[in-house]
Nanobody, 130 residues
């Protein structure tokens, strides 16, 4: 049973930083594109970033571009979301998700569309407040 697990959320002041981690205990992440999403109270789920299974391609939403960085270390079987210059509007529950790679795909492109992802974590809350 594959399940993704996020960690690293918490309370941080505006302008601060957090690094979120994503793991899938007992499974290899090598064959999954990884996406990061968030959902704030009363708002729809928002795609933030994704990274292809090889790490060769990344995508960012305009709302986080230049502040957030997605990465992965397949040797450690972990994906990350480094969040800098955090703003109160970044307050949300953050989720990582995995999309199983199509071995016959002709590119290494990931997408930030939640419906494309098969496996999700439980979410880790991030609160940005002074």
């Amino acid at each position: 049973q594959l399940q993704f697990v996020e960690s690293g959320g918490g309370l941080v002041q505006p302008g601060g930083s957090l690094r979120l981690s994503c793991e899938a205990p007992g499974f290899s992440l090598d064959y999954y594109h990884i996406g990061w999403f968030r959902q704030a109270p009363g708002k729809e789920r928002e795609g933030l970033s994704c990274i292809s299974s090889s790490g060769g391609t990344t995508q960012y939403a305009d709302s986080v571009k230049g502040r957030f960085t997605i990465s992965r270390d397949n040797a450690k079987n972990t994906a990350y979301l480094q969040m800098n210059s955090l703003k109160p509007e970044d307050t949300a529950v953050y989720y990582c998700a995995g999309q199983l790679v199509d071995l016959y795909a002709l590119d290494d492109m990931c997408v930030m569309r939640g419906s494309e992802y098969d496996y999700w974590g439980q979410g880790t809350p991030v609160t940005v407040s002074s």
